[in-house]
């Protein structure tokens, strides 16, 4: 178990809608030594500064993730690193390939060595369902680095001072840049642009993100990619839901986009273990103890098992979506990133 009294911990990309949930998190349940905000918008991170309040546990670094030694000067002293600094758009990875590449993969190194260098205990890195089997350059840069983490395991050896663990999740409901905000805006103009009908997407909310990363740091040994057990929801439904009266026009998929997402593919099933509400996929390397998880109860599942959004036994309904929408907390301003209040009208 964690020491969280005594714990320094430091959240790269901090001031993201993810970050910023966490941070909040942290503070009321776990109240750590030391809380460290690390990322490159100054004016996030003033915005942040003056809704937290003055609290001594906080303290704000500008930083790029691309920068080696200010990663080093950051980590000076941190016990638990949580990594949810990325580049994330799919467009803009299809036209911005290196600009992705240097912060999602070449990112991701750095955070390592300087991990491993400055001693740093526990570290876990938010990954994507875009990473699983990736036809996109964001989803196939997160797989970088998803390996770049599990096999920084192996770089530490056997003195087990330095972990490295990843969670890999879907869609975070009405977060900062998803289709809930975007469809929102659209159903002013009384049109809603979709790609295809047929579409699936995972979905979870902020607060259900946060607890998962949580349990997860607690639950590690270093090596495993965690993934929750959430629910799928056909994208028309989620259009029907947040814009009942308007009228729907199919654009077709996009570069990149896929119809429906994984976040088990067949090939990583032989690896994979299923627990009460989550997966743990093994790193398949020599150094892994594959009676680890087993021991602790972790299940083997069926050979040619995967977890796809489309073949998924858990849906939501667009009653659901409206409770999930309705449990999300709002932010304290608007400047940081609230999450919208969309009045919701179910069809049935």
């Not at 083997?300 to 977890?307: A, C, L």
Request: a neutral charge; proline letters at 5%.
């Amino acid at each position: 178990m964690i020491n969280w009294a005594e714990a320094t911990v430091l959240v790269t990309g901090g001031t993201g809608s993810f970050g910023q949930a966490f941070v909040r998190k942290l503070l009321t349940t776990r109240s750590p030594k030391k809380l460290i905000i690390f990322s490159r918008d100054e004016c996030k991170q003033y915005e942040m500064r003056n809704a937290l309040g003055d609290d001594r546990r906080l303290r704000f670094f500008i930083g790029d993730v691309r920068d080696k030694d200010r990663l080093y000067r950051a980590f000076h002293g941190v016990n638990i690193v949580v990594h949810a600094a990325a580049l994330k758009q799919v467009p803009a990875a299809e036209y911005n390939p290196l600009e992705f590449i240097k912060t999602n993969v070449m990112g991701a190194a750095n955070i390592v060595d300087a991990a491993i260098d400055r001693g740093v205990s526990k570290v876990i890195a938010l990954s994507t369902d875009k990473a699983a089997n990736p036809i996109n350059l964001y989803g196939a840069t997160k797989l970088c680095s998803d390996k770049v983490f599990v096999t920084a395991n192996a770089y530490v050896g056997q003195s087990d001072e330095t972990n490295f663990s990843i969670v890999r999740y879907g869609n975070v409901v009405a977060s900062r840049g998803s289709v809930i905000p975007l469809f929102e805006k659209m159903r002013d103009t009384g049109i809603l642009h979709l790609t295809d009908e047929r579409m699936t997407r995972f979905w979870l909310t902020l607060e259900q993100g946060v607890n998962f990363v949580l349990n997860s740091l607690e639950d590690m040994h270093g090596g495993e990619i965690f993934v929750p057990k959430i629910p799928s929801m056909k994208l028309i439904e989620l259009a029907k839901t947040i814009g009942p009266n308007c009228r729907f026009e199919f654009t077709g998929i996009r570069p990149g986009e896929k119809l429906h997402e994984t976040l088990i593919p067949r090939d990583e099933s032989p690896w994979c273990l299923e627990f009460p509400n989550y997966f743990v996929i093994e790193p398949n390397q020599l150094w892994w103890n594959a009676e680890k998880l087993v021991k602790s109860g972790g299940k083997r599942v069926p050979e040619g098992f995967r977890y796809r959004s489309d073949t998924n036994d858990h849906w939501l309904s667009g009653k659901d979506l409206c409770k999930l929408i309705e449990q999300q907390t709002p932010e304290p301003q608007e400047s940081l990133s609230p999450v919208p209040i969309i009045p919701c009208v179910t069809t049935g």
